[in-house]
């Protein structure tokens, strides 16, 4: 059976003494069109999100700084977008606690070019903090997630506490001593500390800093005894026994953090959380392209490469389509709602 393509047409023939004639003077009149239709189609035949990508511009938006987990997530994100055909960009638009980069991307055209990549909590947490937040859920189109990851509570020389239990006592008997450091104000992080503070019945001050980075240094300095952040953030520091991580947020204890339990083993259910680094586009942006560009970051966050490169960074490869993602954000926007609400706490913009 020969399959030929000629002035855009499709038509099948078997493949007979007598057809040949008559295909070699279609193909000899149609030469330079057919080779070209044919070659278009075999991108195309590969796959859908191969065909949109061919030499397309795309640019993804971080608003975090170069060398932070958003950021590194969204390079190797980036790698293999290119791989498959993108001419893809990263830019750093930092500013807001990432506010500014999901701004610039509404901004811009809404036909697929450019894209953020952020943490889920940028649009299930910010709209119950900030007041005067620019753009709601109903503004995004989430295409894809690639990773997940779970908090943890970590504490330094700041206090001898080994166990939860302990750190509990500790700060019972030391009131105004029990302080948790995060990256940042108005971050899953902060109001975790803030559930976890309420449940344990103990006065736990909020630091926010700007960044891990500041607040793990003042931690391991025994400046504040805790802090509250990524799970991966603390896991190196625990292993060399700079720190302890006395809880974290997953289901299951984890075979490489042999004796760490669970804040649900702990007494703390309520404390049972994870995070999702995610791809999102204007919703204005065309559904057809919304697609294609789900499938391209779908695809690219199952390469071995990505994954291998996901986990090395201590993160779990999450991967979700549109549709999970959605469902995702929705209950965590509503799960959100109410705890923030309970905290009285808004953001100065």
């Given at each position: 059976?020969?399959?030929l393509?000629?002035?855009?047409?499709?038509r099948?023939?078997a493949?007979?003494?007598?057809?040949c004639?008559?295909?070699?003077?279609?193909?000899?009149?149609?030469?330079?069109h057919?080779?070209?239709?044919i070659?278009?189609?075999?991108?195309?035949?590969?796959?859908p999100?191969?065909?949109?990508?061919?030499?397309?511009?795309l640019?993804?938006?971080?608003?975090y700084?170069?060398?932070g987990?958003v950021?590194?997530?969204a390079?190797?994100v980036?790698?293999?977008?290119?791989?498959?055909g993108?001419?893809?960009?990263?830019?750093?638009?930092?500013?807001?606690?990432?506010?500014?980069a999901t701004e610039?991307?509404?901004?811009?055209?809404?036909?697929?070019?450019t894209?953020?990549m952020?943490?889920?909590g940028?649009?299930?947490?910010?709209?119950?903090?900030y007041?005067?937040l620019?753009?709601?859920?109903?503004?995004l189109?989430?295409?894809?997630?690639v990773?997940?990851?779970?908090?943890?509570l970590?504490?330094g020389?700041g206090?001898?506490?080994?166990?939860l239990?302990?750190?509990v006592?500790?700060?019972k008997a030391n009131?105004g001593?029990?302080?948790?450091?995060?990256?940042?104000?108005?971050?899953?992080?902060?109001?975790?500390?803030v559930m976890f503070?309420?449940?344990?019945?103990?006065?736990?001050?909020?630091?926010?800093?700007?960044g891990g980075a500041?607040?793990?240094?003042?931690?391991?300095?025994?400046?504040?005894?805790?802090?509250?952040?990524?799970l991966p953030?603390?896991?190196?520091?625990h292993?060399?026994?700079?720190?302890?991580?006395?809880?974290?947020?997953?289901?299951k204890?984890?075979?490489?953090l042999?004796g760490?339990?669970?804040?649900?083993?702990?007494?703390?259910p309520?404390?049972?959380?994870?995070?999702?680094f995610?791809?999102?586009a204007?919703?204005?942006?065309p559904?057809?392209?919304?697609?294609?560009l789900?499938?391209?970051?779908?695809?690219?966050?199952?390469?071995?490469?990505l994954?291998?490169?996901?986990?090395?960074?201590e993160f779990?490869?999450?991967?979700?389509?549109?549709?999970?993602?959605?469902?995702?954000?929705?209950?965590?926007?509503?799960?959100?709602?109410?705890?923030i609400?309970a905290?009285?706490?808004?953001?100065?913009n």
């Amino acid at each position: 059976m020969i399959v030929l393509f000629a002035n855009g047409l499709h038509r099948e023939y078997a493949h007979t003494n007598a057809d040949c004639s008559f295909l070699e003077r279609i193909i000899m009149l149609n030469r330079r069109h057919c080779l070209t239709y044919i070659g278009t189609s075999a991108v195309a035949g590969l796959s859908p999100s191969l065909a949109f990508a061919q030499g397309k511009p795309l640019k993804i938006l971080v608003g975090y700084p170069a060398g932070g987990a958003v950021d590194v997530v969204a390079r190797q994100v980036g790698e293999e977008l290119r791989a498959a055909g993108y001419n893809t960009v990263i830019e750093n638009r930092t500013g807001a606690a990432g506010q500014l980069a999901t701004e610039a991307m509404l901004a811009a055209s809404a036909d697929g070019s450019t894209i953020v990549m952020m943490p889920g909590g940028n649009a299930t947490i910010f709209p119950h903090v900030y007041p005067k937040l620019r753009y709601s859920m109903s503004d995004l189109a989430p295409l894809a997630g690639v990773c997940s990851f779970q908090f943890a509570l970590g504490v330094g020389p700041g206090t001898p506490a080994k166990t939860l239990k302990e750190f509990v006592d500790w700060a019972k008997a030391n009131p105004g001593k029990a302080s948790y450091g995060t990256p940042g104000a108005g971050t899953a992080m902060h109001f975790m500390g803030v559930m976890f503070g309420r449940k344990a019945g103990i006065d736990f001050q909020h630091v926010p800093y700007r960044g891990g980075a500041a607040a793990m240094t003042d931690v391991l300095g025994g400046t504040i005894p805790s802090l509250s952040t990524t799970l991966p953030n603390l896991v190196t520091h625990h292993k060399t026994g700079k720190l302890r991580i006395l809880g974290f947020s997953g289901d299951k204890a984890l075979p490489g953090l042999s004796g760490v339990l669970t804040f649900k083993e702990q007494g703390y259910p309520e404390l049972q959380l994870n995070e999702v680094f995610a791809f999102f586009a204007s919703s204005k942006t065309p559904k057809a392209i919304q697609l294609e560009l789900e499938a391209a970051i779908v695809a690219a966050a199952r390469s071995p490469r990505l994954v291998a490169a996901i986990e090395k960074l201590e993160f779990d490869s999450d991967v979700r389509s549109s549709a999970d993602l959605a469902r995702h954000l929705k209950d965590d926007f509503e799960r959100w709602g109410p705890v923030i609400k309970a905290t009285g706490y808004t953001a100065d913009n």
